[in-house]
């Protein structure tokens, strides 16, 4: 066996002993560490084409805005 088959089995071992609650907080970090290195025009861009409907009505992003909770 070389190492591309046993790291597939391994993987697909591993997949197959999780449970759906894990494997989708996998997928929820692997897309979130992989969104964190978009730019945010690059991030809204993505949201347009995919699912413009969380651009409506919601207030413009301006990741350098401060704000203060009272």
């Known amino acids: ?7 597939d089995q391994l ?3 591993m997949l197959d ?3 759906l609650k894990t494997m989708t907080q996998l997928c929820y970090d692997y897309l979130d560490e992989g969104y964190a290195k978009y730019s ?3 991030l809204i ?3 347009s084409e995919y699912y413009p409907e969380l ?3 919601t207030e ?3 990741p350098t805005e401060v704000t203060e909770l009272a």
């Open 1 to 7: 066996m070389n190492r591309t088959e046993l790291q």
């Open 11 to 13: 993987i697909q071992q």
């Open 17 to 19: 002993d999780m449970d």
């Open 40 to 42: 945010d025009e690059e």
């Open 45 to 47: 861009t993505e949201v």
């Open 55 to 57: 651009l409506e009505d």
């Open 60 to 62: 413009p992003v301006y």
